[in-house]
């Protein structure tokens, strides 16, 4: 730990004061000591920032459990573990903390030797050293324990009839609560016929650890919506529900407000008709409504520490955050437990720099006013929640966008040059949908702006990966549906990857990327955000004749030649003139600033270029053909037919070297990837100078390989290609 995870853990327990919620459970995976070294004691140091934890929970009436997560290595056997187990625990007791929990999630059920010998299953192991603890620390009232079987479907054969379960029910300290998580490791919803099964088997209420919003799985994901599925009279069968949020601590303001009012809303039966019923969609309006005005406050990350203050005048008319109070609702900072397959030991904890919070005010050393200039509208916020939704869920725009893409792919015939005549409502019915896509695509656009441009620092720091994700993958299905719109496909490839909801990473940026013909090709979507944000709006689109002006002369006029075209006749003319439908452009606030064109078929392509271009290029440019003035002379054994019959298309890329957010020059040639691909190309090449070390480098990144060299070709140059 650091003082920056204390400044974090403090912050979130001043939310939780505010919001009504009870209890923190701390247990981080950037804590080494809570998990990989847990046999090991805390230096002085760390004692005072954990002693600041618990008081300061304490101060705030919140109760804070300390986890412990011996399993990966303890013996269970081992009274040296049991020992060390004993005096790393006692050292947190003697720091003030008076609850505990032990967490044996995630680890292998196989025994070492001594403690088979030792013991007749691995859940007596468990038991055997969850009830010691428990009766050294004097039986403390909240003391947690989390099982290897910590969902319905890790049981084995089933809930009802896991042996291991059974043992925990009957062998483990009735007041211990025995940690679960619902049918599933992240549970869409939670019933109440669940809970009494698992609740007769483990002859006591389960206590839900629940993941619904936690990310540490899939570093493409974030979930903003609100707390659901969880139906407030699941607390008569439940002794408690941990929260386990976002690694990122600016993206809980939701999920934390929507549960302290479901905290909050009575559990029905109790009031008589007029009790009010938890909504989710209401609670979510009421979070948005009081998250605008943190998201648009100066903060910087990393400031100094919150202070709770009473609520503003415009919120005197809201229920303060009491109510009667439950056995223990709270939120958990802790890693989630997360199947192995879904790597939890690696997951990140995200501790946050500052929180927002509602009804919130910072020492005036906190407010540090910052670089962003703009305001994050209610609509922009409503859109970044439904685009970053839930984790078996998708918001209204989010549901929108994957829903007319998927009619477009399906549908893009009604529009194609080379199909049958199609009555002129189905054209119109298919560019009304294209047109809503795009629109919805240049909305991502702004709020991605609209994020890096705003006073809130904190939350930038938190959100633009995601936004900035998000934008990519949305910027080439734009250019993709615009490409389709111009009728030039085959539909060879358009059906991208056949997959089940839910079953890829990203969210609705997997999603999306998944729908284009390449979207299994991950390093094409897969990359860290730039170290500096930029706020400059982008747009990829398909080539248009009114380009071409631009194109030729955005690599400046040729010094060697009277003529202003020469340059881009050399460079680019044939593939603008030949093949326009496989060229696409980069634009800014300012105009074109990039450009890839691209060769479906280089064969037939060659000899066009003899046939047509090349009698051309000779009446244009009359007398010698030696020197920069020279134009390609493309011959038919230029690229040999091994290389050929693997990578039949070419492309090649050019973006203005001031270009700021490096980022778009992938997204540009992402778009022509799919383009190709989807009328049937198997592989693609670009050929680069050895010298030009950047672009060799960026190929490579994403999937191109060294396929011939120079020597082997009478030109010289390294060719690069990928299969698609």
């Excluded at 290595?73 to 009274?79: G, K, R, T």
């Excluded at 060879?492 to 890829?504: H, N, Q, T």
């Excluded at 326009?580 to 060769?599: H, I, K, N, Q, R």
């Excluded at 060659?606 to 046939?611: L, V, Y």
Aim: aromatic share 8%.
């Amino acid at each position: 730990t650091d003082w920056t995870h204390v400044v974090s853990c403090t912050a979130k327990l001043a939310l939780m004061q505010h919001w009504g919620l009870n209890t923190y459970l701390y247990g981080p995976k950037d804590d080494l000591k809570h998990r990989l070294l847990w046999r090991e004691v805390y230096s002085p140091e760390e004692e005072g920032q954990l002693r600041t934890l618990v008081t300061e929970a304490r101060s705030r009436g919140v109760t804070f459990v300390y986890a412990l997560s011996p399993g990966q290595d303890i013996v269970f056997s081992s009274a040296c573990d049991l020992t060390l187990l004993k005096r790393k625990l006692k050292q947190v007791s003697d720091l003030g903390c008076e609850a505990f929990a032990i967490l044996f999630d995630d680890i292998d059920h196989s025994m070492c030797q001594a403690d088979s010998e030792a013991f007749s299953s691995f859940a007596h192991a468990q038991v055997s050293v969850a009830n010691e603890i428990y009766r050294f620390l004097g039986e403390p009232s909240v003391f947690l324990f989390c099982p290897t079987e910590y969902c319905g479907s890790l049981c084995s054969p089933c809930v009802s009839k896991s042996s291991y379960l059974q043992t925990l029910g009957a062998d483990l300290q009735p007041n211990i609560s025995v940690i679960w998580t619902g049918s599933k490791v992240i549970s869409r919803t939670l019933s109440v016929d669940c809970l009494e099964e698992v609740g007769s088997v483990l002859q006591r209420p389960p206590l839900i650890w629940d993941n619904l919003h936690a990310n540490d799985y899939d570093s493409r994901r974030l979930f903003l919506g609100p707390f659901k599925g969880r139906e407030p009279q699941l607390r008569r069968h439940l002794r408690g529900l941990l929260l386990n949020p976002n690694c990122e601590f600016e993206a809980n303001y939701i999920p934390l407000h929507t549960l302290g009012t479901w905290h909050r809303t009575p559990p029905g039966g109790e009031g008589g008709d007029d009790e009010p019923e938890y909504c989710p969609d209401s609670a979510l309006s009421e979070a948005l409504r009081d998250w605008m005005d943190e998201l648009n406050q100066p903060l910087q990350p990393g400031d100094a520490t919150a202070d709770v203050i009473a609520d503003t005048p415009d919120r005197a008319d809201r229920p303060p955050a009491q109510a009667k109070p439950l056995p223990m609702f709270p939120l958990s900072s802790g890693s989630p437990p997360t199947s192995p397959a879904k790597g939890g030991e690696n997951g990140s904890e995200g501790e946050a720099k500052r929180p927002p919070g509602e009804g919130l005010k910072h020492k005036a050393q906190g407010r540090v006013p910052c670089g962003g200039k703009g305001l994050l509208s209610e609509a922009q916020v409503r859109l970044l929640v439904g685009l970053h939704y839930l984790p078996h869920e998708h918001g209204p725009a989010a549901q929108r966008l994957l829903q007319d893409l998927t009619w477009l792919k399906s549908n893009c015939h009604l529009v194609s040059l080379n199909g049958k005549k199609t009555a002129q409502q189905k054209v119109e019915e298919w560019r009304g949908r294209a047109s809503r896509l795009m629109a919805l695509c240049e909305d991502i656009a702004e709020l991605h702006c609209s994020v890096v441009g705003g006073v809130n620092r904190a939350v930038l720091y938190d959100l633009y990966p995601y936004v900035w994700d998000l934008r990519n993958t949305a910027l080439v299905a734009k250019a993709f549906v615009c490409w389709l719109g111009c009728g030039t496909t085959t539909g060879a490839e358009l059906l991208g990857v056949d997959s089940e909801p839910w079953v890829f990473k990203g969210g609705v940026s997997g999603e999306v990327q998944m729908l284009l013909p390449i979207g299994s090709s991950t390093e094409l979507f897969t990359h860290p955000p730039p170290l500096f944000p930029t706020s400059r709006l982008y747009n990829v689109r398909p080539y248009h004749s009114k380009d071409k002006l631009h194109l030729r002369t955005q690599g400046g006029k040729d010094s060697n030649s009277t003529h202003p075209d020469v340059t881009g006749d050399r460079c680019l003319g044939a593939c603008l003139a030949l093949c326009p439908e496989y060229s696409f452009v980069l634009e800014d606030e300012l105009g074109v600033c990039g450009c890839v064109t691209g060769v479906q078929d280089v064969r037939a392509f060659i000899k066009r270029c003899h046939a047509t271009w090349m009698p051309a290029m000779r009446d244009k440019y009359p007398g010698p053909r030696t020197g920069p003035s020279a134009l390609p002379a493309h011959t038919q054994g230029e690229y040999p037919d091994s290389l050929l019959h693997h990578f039949p298309s070419q492309l090649r890329l050019d973006a203005l070297p001031q270009l700021v957010d490096a980022s778009v020059s992938r997204t540009l040639l992402t778009a022509l990837l799919a383009a190709l691909k989807a009328n049937g190309s198997q592989g693609v090449f670009c050929e680069v100078q050895p010298t030009d070390r950047q672009r060799m480098e960026f190929l490579t990144k994403l999937g191109f390989l060294e396929i011939l060299r120079g020597e082997a070709r009478s030109r010289e140059g390294v060719v690069l290609g990928r299969l698609l």
